[in-house]
């Protein structure tokens, strides 16, 4: 029991796994099991095992191929690597030890010799072949290596069509379902329009407080169902590439004001101080107005949904040669290093989703992760990029997050001005 080797053991059968694992552990070595051939080598990298056995027919990689892997690292070319499979057949035994391997065992295991047989291989043992045995035994490796290399691509080709078909599908069905629901919509927000300037419904509104609640709530529901639709249509035009901008002058500085002051309610109700000097920002550019009008909305509300109440947001900008860079800082909760990327992601959500809000300017609200999403796309469209800094996520000391926008002041991909643009529905 003075042993104390540690002995990794790489097979995808239970049995094989507790018979060696007991008949190992009795004799006073520390097991490790792993099941796969890539979790073999994430636990040979985390565990630095004494010695590692190796069946040989694994659901992943191959024995064969995991040993060549570990070979390949200065840390195992020295770690006996002992194959314990029921290969039996010719030559078995030589592509093994081409590959790398110590020793060849086979099964069925003989539980009484096992011990020794690894204590052999620790103390520096090792199997040998005849030479020429082993080169023809190396070249068959060798065609066995590629041939499953060629087999994989081909498999992964067949499933990557198979992905971007099921993709487009998707894509599809989003863009139709957004059609599909916004006809009627249409209709419901004209009726309610009628409704609203209806003598009937005006003198109801001026006699009921309760009347033109009802009004007012049906009116921001109705307002609100269409923004969510037209975030599902922008998002899927910029996945499929059919995104188009109607480039032509645009007042950056107008545009960025008109935004500050719609979060004016907002800001007043949730004690938020906005800082924007307005005379920062330029008057004139070429893009996109309303898409850069939506890009910039979006961030903006961002910083508002994840800034606690008395927070600041900082919005300024910063003219170069050729390119504007907007900065939106905020004090809010920041974000986690590993989500910084993937926040740009369509439908990513950082949030638990089973603690969603469904307001979008509350503190902590809700949305269905496409405004950074539509941001990008939009950004990317005009030429530009945005991404994100944060130290991470803390909600108790509240590190805040800084959006970065780099505009062109002159979009790169214009295309002529239309008089109704695709992608505002």
């Not at 006073?28 to 080598?41: D, K, N, P, Q, T």
Request: one cysteine or more; proline letters at 3%; hydrophobic letters at 40%.
């Amino acid at each position: 029991m003075a042993n104390k080797a540690t002995i990794l053991y790489i097979e995808d059968d239970p049995g094989s796994q507790t018979l060696v694992s007991r008949a190992l552990s009795f004799a006073g070595y520390h097991v490790i099991i792993a099941s796969r051939g890539l979790e073999g080598l994430d636990q040979a990298n985390a565990q630095q095992p004494d010695l590692i056995l190796m069946d040989i027919n694994l659901p992943d990689l191959s024995g064969r191929e995991v040993t060549t892997r570990l070979r390949s690292d200065e840390r195992f070319r020295a770690t006996p690597i002992v194959a314990l499979t029921a290969l039996s057949q010719a030559g078995e035994r030589e592509k093994a030890l081409a590959a790398g391997a110590t020793g060849y065992l086979t099964k069925p295991i003989d539980i009484d010799l096992l011990p020794d047989q690894v204590e052999r291989y620790l103390q520096g043992a090792r199997d040998t072949a005849d030479t020429g045995a082993l080169m023809e035994a190396h070249e068959a490796y060798n065609q066995e290596v590629v041939g499953r290399l060629e087999g994989k691509l081909r498999e992964l080709e067949t499933m990557n069509a198979e992905l971007r078909r099921m993709d487009k599908i998707k894509d599809d069905f989003i863009q139709l379902t957004a059609h599909e629901l916004r006809t009627p919509l249409t209709l419901i927000y004209g009726y309610s329009r009628l409704l609203q300037e209806s003598p009937v419904v005006l003198q109801l509104k001026e006699s009921s407080a309760e009347m033109q609640s009802f009004i007012v709530g049906l009116v921001d529901s109705i307002e609100r169902m269409s923004r969510v639709i037209n975030e599902i249509l922008t998002v899927s035009r910029i996945a499929t590439g059919r995104i188009q901008l109607a480039v032509g002058p645009a007042n950056l500085r107008e545009i960025v004001s008109d935004i500050v002051a719609s979060y004016h309610d907002v800001t007043r109700q949730r004690n938020l101080l906005v800082s924007f000097d307005a005379d920062q920002w330029p008057t004139l550019i070429q893009a996109d107005g309303d898409l850069l009008r939506l890009a910039i909305q979006n961030v903006l509300g961002n910083a508002v949904k994840y800034t606690p109440d008395g927070g600041v947001i900082n919005i300024f900008a910063r003219s170069g040669v050729g390119n504007i860079l907007i900065t939106v800082q905020d004090t809010g909760i920041g974000i986690n290093k590993t989500d910084q990327a993937r926040i740009f992601d369509r439908f990513f959500s950082a949030d638990d989703i089973q603690l969603h809000s469904t307001s979008k300017t509350a503190f902590g609200g809700g949305g269905l992760g496409l405004g950074l999403a539509i941001c990008r796309g939009i950004v990317e469209a005009h030429g530009g990029k945005i991404w994100v800094e944060s130290e991470g996520r803390d909600e108790e000391h509240m590190p805040g997050s800084t959006f970065y926008i780099d505009l062109p002041l002159q979009a790169r991909t214009a295309s002529p001005r239309r008089a109704a643009v695709e992608t505002r529905g």
